[in-house]
């Protein structure tokens, strides 16, 4: 480390303020071409760097733009792994310092060592690993899972790669965690050597009796049985339901919706109300209910991510809530636009106000109303008596006081509209706490054609503080619909 200011300089002359107008640089392994910043600051100010960083000039005055250079990353006369370190512009006090993280590209798999399944735990994350020879247990979206059946150890690795089950790889990427800090391996390279090799699966635990109080820090070989719904498998008596995440089309879940069935696979962590199972097989065991329709919002991950959606029933009516109409991806679509090409309507008055949640979502706000309808149900036989289901909530304010929303089920068919029975609840202000409510809903055959359209909005459409005398408030959420045939 160079430090490029001497133990003789007046500190009373530097900075109380330092600042860069870049965070961090990255250059090439060699003839990386020199980068230029600008430095911001109040008085005088010096810089710290590293031996293979140079900063010119590496100290001054004021606001400066300065060129950073760097050496070529060679080693015995090949590139050698690529750098990371901190260049610092300071001044006076530790507050008034400025880092730009200085990286530099390089062969990362230069001295790499080749690592068995049952090491990658304990390593370090972003530790540079190469396997060879390992058996895939079982295939996601996004990945797949490995298992070596001798040490029980199943390792997920992150890959765009295709592969099938028995497929003998080779493997070059760096150790990570997921969210759930279950180890992973985040892949740049995926070599098949052969296929159809048999697998040797781990000794594996039946979790259906114990789903709400199952966890491990491992990727357990396990297996549940119970109802397919959606991506989720629910059992009997249990709160939480087993959520297949990253589910490959190989699996062909939507044929088997609402059919009784076995999942094995691979521990994933649990997220209330969730445990979450990479899917190696799915076993139909027969029929248990008709499905025409379900929406757990689940698919609304990657938009809740990305602009900090938060759970407002869950923590009894403090949660962020951006609109739908603002709230995108990291592709950049907009919750929105997605909603409506899933063939949702978005029902509104007099203007904006759906909000997204954590995988569900918010309606309504001060005289406005919101609501939604359901995509068209095609599949569904002319005259058949439905069952509506889905879960809602009241909004709470901060003064506790629950909002007086009762929800209107409406069944449309061309230009006749029938709306049913409302649905209340009855929250006690100032005592209760917000929390889920289960609706369910008989839509009688009579009702049902091949262009049946089922909408939920809110009472009290189009109320206002003009119309009423006082503001209307019916904000509302909703998760979990579903449509099935009547038993």
């Known amino acids: 480390m160079n430090l490029l200011w001497s133990c003789?300089?007046?500190?009373?002359?530097?900075?109380?303020?330092?600042?860069?107008?870049?965070?961090?640089?990255?250059?090439?392994?060699?003839?990386?071409?020199?980068?230029?910043?600008?430095?911001?600051?109040?008085?005088?100010?010096?810089?710290?760097?590293?031996?293979?960083?140079?900063?010119?000039?590496?100290?001054g005055t004021g606001t400066m733009d300065v060129t950073i250079s760097v050496t070529d990353n060679m080693r015995d006369g090949a590139v050698d792994n690529p750098r990371e370190e901190a260049l610092v512009f300071k001044g006076a006090t530790l507050a008034s310092r400025a880092e730009v993280i200085i990286s530099q590209d390089g062969d990362k798999y230069r001295d790499c060592k080749e690592y068995k399944l049952n090491e990658i735990a304990s390593l370090d994350d972003k530790t540079v690993v190469t396997m060879n020879n390992i058996i895939v247990s079982a295939v996601t979206s996004n990945g797949?899972?490995?298992?070596?059946?001798?040490?029980?150890?199943?390792?997920?690795?992150?890959?765009?790669?295709?592969?099938?089950?028995?497929?003998?790889?080779?493997?070059?990427?760096?150790?990570?965690?997921?969210?759930?800090?279950?180890?992973?391996?985040?892949?740049?390279?995926?070599?098949?050597?052969?296929?159809?090799?048999?697998v040797a699966y781990p000794s594996i635990t039946d979790i259906t009796g114990k789903v709400d109080s199952y966890n491990s820090a491992s990727r357990d070989y396990i297996s549940v049985?119970?109802?397919?719904?959606?991506?989720?498998?629910?059992?009997?008596?249990?709160?939480?339901?087993?959520?297949?995440?990253?589910?490959?089309?190989?699996?062909?879940?939507?044929?088997?919706?609402?059919?009784?069935?076995?999942?094995?696979?691979?521990?994933?962590?649990?997220?209330?109300?969730?445990?979450?199972?990479?899917a190696a097989t799915v076993q139909d065991n027969g029929v248990y209910e008709v499905i025409y329709f379900s929406d757990d919002f689940e698919w609304l991950q990657p938009w809740s991510d990305n602009s900090g959606a938060g759970q407002t029933v869950e923590n009894d009516g403090s949660g962020t809530a951006p609109q739908i109409y603002t709230a995108a991806n990291e592709a950049g679509e907009l919750a929105s636009a997605a909603l409506e090409a899933r063939g949702?309507?978005?029902?509104?008055?007099?203007?904006?106000?759906?909000?997204?949640?954590?995988?569900?979502?918010?309606?309504?706000?001060?005289?406005?109303?919101?609501?939604?309808?359901?995509?068209?149900l095609t599949d569904v036989p002319e005259n058949t008596k439905l069952t509506l289901s889905f879960d809602w909530a009241p909004m709470v304010g901060g003064t506790r006081k629950f909002d007086p929303v009762k929800l209107i089920v409406s069944i449309t068919n061309g230009s006749q509209t029938v709306e049913?029975?409302?649905?209340?609840?009855?929250?006690?202000?100032?005592?209760?706490?917000?929390?889920?409510?289960?609706?369910?809903?008989?839509?009688?055959?009579?009702?049902?054609?091949?262009d049946t359209r089922i909408s939920i909005k809110s009472d009290g459409w189009g109320d206002t503080k003009a119309t009423t005398g006082s503001s209307v408030y019916r904000r509302w959420f909703i998760d979990n619909i579903k449509v099935v045939k009547s038993k």
């Open 144 to 198: 797949f899972v490995a298992s070596d059946a001798q040490s029980n150890a199943n390792i997920y690795f992150k890959s765009n790669q295709t592969v099938r089950i028995g497929d003998k790889v080779s493997v070059k990427g760096s150790k990570t965690s997921d969210t759930h800090l279950l180890a992973m391996v985040e892949c740049d390279e995926v070599t098949v050597s052969s296929n159809g090799n048999e």
């Open 420 to 450: 049913l029975d409302p649905i209340g609840h009855n929250f006690v202000n100032e005592v209760d706490k917000l929390a889920w409510l289960h609706a369910e809903v008989d839509i009688d055959a009579s009702l049902v054609t091949k």
């Open 344 to 376: 949702y309507t978005l029902e509104e008055i007099p203007g904006h106000a759906i909000y997204l949640q954590k995988n569900y979502l918010k309606f309504g706000k001060t005289d406005y109303q919101a609501g939604l309808t359901l995509p068209a």
């Open 225 to 278: 049985s119970g109802v397919l719904d959606g991506n989720n498998i629910v059992v009997e008596g249990a709160e939480n339901v087993v959520s297949v995440i990253d589910a490959s089309s190989s699996l062909d879940l939507v044929s088997l919706n609402g059919h009784k069935v076995t999942v094995t696979g691979f521990f994933a962590g649990v997220a209330a109300p969730a445990l979450r199972i990479l």
């Open 8 to 59: 003789s300089d007046d500190e009373n002359t530097l900075s109380k303020a330092v600042l860069t107008s870049a965070k961090s640089l990255n250059f090439e392994a060699n003839g990386a071409a020199e980068k230029i910043i600008t430095v911001y600051a109040d008085a005088d100010w010096v810089t710290e760097a590293p031996e293979w960083v140079t900063v010119t000039p590496a100290s």
